[in-house]
C-alpha cells in the first residue's frame, strides 16, 4: 500500500483539464450597467505542473458566450407611436495564471485552492433600432473591448475515478474593473474532467 500511494503522488506531476462553468457576472454603479450582467455558460480549459507534491502552478482559458439584452421605448414622432430598442451585447474572455496548494495526492479526493492574476477582455456591444422617420439609417453599432488584469480565486474538489483520470468540482472568482465606470465580479461554478500525468 505505502509503493500505491508513492507512486500515485509521484505520477502526478501534471494535468490537464476541460470542462463547463456558469458565469454569473454582475455589475455596480450606474443602473444602465447592469445590462450588461449575464448568467451565461463558460468553456473553461487549462493545465499545470506540479513543482512540488503539494503545490501547483497553471494557466487556465475561459471563453464565455455573448450576452444580449434588449430595452425599447415608446416615443410619439409626428403624432404617431413609435418603439426604439436598444441592444446590449457583451463577452468575456480571459487568461488566468495561478498558484494553488493541494491536498495530498495520496486520497481519493484531492481539494485545491488557488489564487493568481486573470489577464480578461471584454467586449461591449451597443446597437439600436430607430425608425426609418427618426434616422434614415440605423446608426452603426458601438462597440468596445476592454482589457484589464485583475486578482482571481478559487478551489476545486477532484474525485478520482481512476488512476490518472478525476471527475472535478470547481469555482473560480475574480474582479471586473473597466475604467473608472464599470466594476463588478465573476463567480464561475463549473464541473471538469481532469487528466494527470
Sequence with gaps: MPLLCAERAFAQTAYVQGGIEMDARRFSGQPGDRVFDANLPTLM?????????????????DIGGESQVAQSVAVTIAGRPETVTTTYASRRRAVAALFGIHSTATRAVRVGA???????????????????????????ATEFTHLAAAPIVGVDVAVAVARHFALVGVVRAQALAFGSELHGFSVRPGVAARVTF
Design 114 to 140: 488557488y489564487a493568481g492574476l486573470a489577464f480578461t477582455a471584454f467586449m461591449q456591444r451597443i446597437s439600436a433600432d430607430a425608425p426609418a422617420i427618426v434616422l434614415n439609417t440605423p446608426p452603426p
Design 45 to 61: 480549459v487549462g493545465g499545470g505542473g506540479f513543482l512540488t507534491p503539494m503545490i501547483s502552478a497553471g494557466v487556465e482559458l
